[in-house]
């Protein structure tokens, strides 16, 4: 960090802090990926492979040791004297190739598959597996740089095999690039971890000679340390690729290339700190070795100290404020939470000046979470701002609690954001079963003679003979039609159905423009969408001559030009109600309305803590209800918390929770038997080192992990057995569906 000191308020200090890349990035996503990996906004990267010694795919198959494989059968086949190959992600369609036996390169991939999008090659995601793993394990952080792109049919063959001369070896080696000194360093450092299995190595490794048929490199199969070294060297190893059969059929690749320098290379590592440092070096290499004309970022992939996470704006019902919502997320690595008293977001208006008024939100923090070596705090933003002024960048300021505060502000730039377009989620929904999905969009009305169009971007299942188990990516464009004008803005609606139904991991955009002039709101997570769309029932008088021109420019310096481009006629000329409207508000602080929500049967859908008093609003509700996942307000005065809802409780129409709150004129706090619902799915503080991780298994048996999919529509998904019980694990619903190809859990208790 270099700090500047900048005068800020008599007896305080404020220091413009600038260290993060310029946001947004094209690396935000992969970022997220990589250390955002338990908590608030958890994407769940490391769940199978830590810790280390995860063997979530069976006994004897330590995943973070197949993860690291991975990376090396996938670059192995680089030839860097042509410029072919390295890491490209073609290991997907190689999978039959006997260079890539066992069930490991499969199972991985399929894993990585579910995060890849038009932003994170399989490429990016294996090099951010191979330091998920190998950081995962207690070794070094290996620096993963971005930008690789993703093979479209499989390379030349070229892995490494155990019955190779060691002339081979050198030779396919310097192919890739490596010196012999490297071959020995990337040799060693990836058997730190892990194993060779019986089953695809029978005459390495007899069966049952060996636990779980897994005979271990070295005696800390989960630990990346340098036993493997050390053993070596003091001739004590029982690594089955240096001594045991392989020896005797000349199958000891291990000793074939540590031996290669007549072992100088592996004295060296055995410095606990050299090999750490040498195999940082090395598997950095390793996964910079990608085809020629691949660019990776200059500089590697490293955790934002400030960071917009999931921003977005949506008209409110009054049709004359916008709702800036999401959050900022602050790294508390060395900058504790505790000590961050608030933070302030400070905005500009649409043209970069100050007519927003106090153009400020403030927030204290709610939610956190962490990844290897950082932790995080996130801010929840919920500002309203004015359609007529809108908003087109922010700068940050952290108050700690010694009294200084810290700015940040983009590097200069400001954090841009643009009102020109926007995704109104309230009135966009995905039935995720059959994909059917329902886009709205917002157009500010200066915009309304560009084209309107809606993106969407899904993955979809290969299905190839190659058995390739990562999803191909493929996107559509439709042209968005034009509805009601409300106030300064227009909705358009656009409408398609994912083929295949499956919506993981797909992504929409709304794009306003086209050529030199297009605005969007892009990369937004369809799985993210309700079920049902709502209809939007505000009405503003719509203002056709629309705000001011000009794209929202982070520099506040242009002088705005008015453009009437009254394309549009009113379609409902009702005078707004000014200031705020009685309305349901769909962000309380890090919570979400879900809907209204009717109680269970003779039970309460909410049963962690209830309360009950005058003067309840919405947000003192949540207040009282701190640390839950779930909570409601019914009857205008009752709120009740919970980290999981009654099943016989059930989604009802908006309309019926038509109380006001006791305590805000302008809320709703459910009805009769109704509650107004909340929910966040991570508040909670992660639990650092949990003993048993949570975590979805990547295979269970012979089965493999499809994904969370939908129930059918008034049918069951799986409908030929079940049985539900309160021991349900997914061992035993496996063992009871053992004559079907597909079986499934639900509820916690249910097997089909
Ligand atoms: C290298 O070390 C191994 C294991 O101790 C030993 O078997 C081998 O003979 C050594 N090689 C040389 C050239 O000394
Ligand atoms: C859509 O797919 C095509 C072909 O793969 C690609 O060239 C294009 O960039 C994609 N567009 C988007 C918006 O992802
Ligand atoms: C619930 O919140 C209200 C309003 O903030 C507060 O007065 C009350 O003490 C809280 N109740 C409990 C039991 O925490």
New binding site residues.
């Given amino acids: 960090m270099r700090p500047t000191s900048v005068p800020f308020l008599a007896g305080l200090v404020a220091l413009t802090v600038r260290a993060d890349p310029t946001w947004p990035a094209s690396t935000d996503d992969l970022e997220e990926i990589m250390y955002q990996l338990q908590g608030t906004g958890a994407r769940l990267f490391s769940d199978v492979i830590s810790p280390c010694t995860n063997e979530a795919s069976g006994p004897g198959r330590q995943n973070a040791a197949e993860w690291l494989r991975v990376g090396f059968h996938d670059m192995a086949t680089a030839n860097t004297y042509f410029g072919t190959g390295g890491l490209d992600g073609s290991l997907q369609f190689e999978l039959t190739n006997t260079e890539n036996t066992g069930p490991g390169h499969a199972t991985t991939l399929k894993f990585l598959g579910n995060y890849v999008s038009s932003r994170t090659s399989l490429a990016d995601l294996i090099a951010a597996a191979v330091y998920a793993s190998v950081r995962s394990c207690g070794g070094p952080v290996v620096p993963v740089r971005a930008g690789r792109q993703d093979a479209t049919e499989a390379g030349n063959p070229g892995v490494p095999q155990p019955q190779n001369s060691i002339g081979i070896f050198t030779d396919q080696f310097d192919r890739m690039g490596f010196s012999v000194p490297e071959m020995i360093q990337v040799l060693a450092c990836g058997h730190t971890l892990g194993g060779v299995h019986s089953p695809e190595f029978p005459d390495l490794v007899p069966a049952n000679s060996a636990p779980d048929d897994e005979a271990a490199l070295d005696t800390s199969v989960a630990v990346f340390d340098n036993k493997v070294v050390t053993e070596?060297?003091a001739?004590t190893t029982k690594n089955p690729l240096v001594v045991g059969p392989s020896a005797r059929i000349g199958k000891n690749s291990d000793f074939k290339v540590f031996?290669a320098d007549?072992?100088a290379t592996m004295a060296t590592l055995a410095d606990p700190a050299t090999f750490m440092n040498t195999c940082k070096t090395v598997l950095q290499k390793m996964i910079d070795t990608v085809p020629s004309g691949v660019v990776l970022t200059a500089d590697p992939v490293t955790p934002y100290a400030v960071k917009p996470v999931d921003l977005q704006l949506t008209l409110n019902p009054d049709g004359q404020t916008l709702l800036l919502s999401g959050y900022i997320r602050v790294r508390t690595t060395n900058l504790p939470a505790s000590s961050i008293s608030s933070l302030t977001l400070t905005y500009k208006d649409r043209n970069g000046g100050n007519d927003c008024g106090s153009c400020a939100t403030t927030a204290t923090v709610q939610g956190s979470a962490a990844g290897f070596d950082d932790t995080f705090a996130f801010f929840p933003i919920a500002a309203n701002i004015d359609t007529s002024t809108g908003i087109s960048s922010f700068t940050v300021a952290l108050h700690l609690s010694d009294s200084t505060t810290q700015i940040y502000d983009n590097n200069g730039h400001s954090y841009p954001i643009t009102d020109a377009v926007l995704l109104q989620t309230p009135q966009s929904c995905l039935l995720q079963g059959t994909g059917a999905l329902t886009v709205s969009a917002l157009v500010r009305n200066d915009r309304t003679s560009l084209p309107v169009t809606l993106g969407v971007t899904y993955p979809v299942p290969r299905n190839t003979p190659d058995q390739n188990p990562v999803p191909a990516l493929q996107n559509a464009t439709v042209s968005m039609t034009k509805g009601k004008c409300v106030g300064d803005y227009t909705f358009y609606t656009g409408t398609y159905t994912i083929p295949g139904g499956l919506s993981f991991n797909a992504r929409v955009d709304v794009i306003s423009g086209d050529g030199d002039d297009v605005q969007v709101d892009d990369f937004n997570d369809a799985g993210k969408l309700a079920g049902t769309c709502r209809d939007y029932t505000g009405v503003a008088s719509c203002s056709g001559a629309g705000p001011t021109s000009g794209e929202p420019s982070s520099s506040p310096t242009g002088t705005p030009t008015t453009t009437p481009t009254p394309t549009d006629t009113p379609t409902s000329a009702t005078s707004a109600t000014p200031t705020a409207t009685l309305s349901h508000r769909e962000i309380i602080g890090g919570y979400t309305l879900v809907s209204c929500w009717t109680e269970g049967a003779n039970v309460r859908a909410l049963r962690g803590a209830s309360f009950a008093y005058d003067g309840m609003t919405l947000e003192s509700c949540m207040g009282n209800c701190s640390g839950f996942a779930y909570w409601g307000a019914e009857y205008g005065r009752e709120c009740y918390c919970g980290n999981s809802l009654d099943a016989s409780s059930a989604e009802a129409p908006l309309s019926e929770c038509d109380m006001v709150c006791s305590g805000d004129a302008t809320e709703y706090c459910g009805a009769g038997n109704r509650l107004e619902l909340y929910s966040t799915t991570a508040t909670q503080s992660p639990t650092p080192t949990p003993t048993a991780t949570l975590a979805v298994k990547p295979t269970v048996g012979a089965y493999s992990f499809v994904g969370c999919i939908t129930e059918g529509v008034g049918i069951r998904a799986l409908s030929e057995d079940s049985y539900a019980a309160d021991d349900m694990t997914l061992e035993s619903c496996a063992a009871f569906c053992s004559d079907f190809t597909y079986f499934g859990t639900e509820y916690g208790r249910e097997c089909r």
Avoid: F, P, R
Wanted: proline share 0%; aromatic share 16%; glycine share 16%.
């Fill in positions: 070596y060297l001739g031996n007549a072992n």
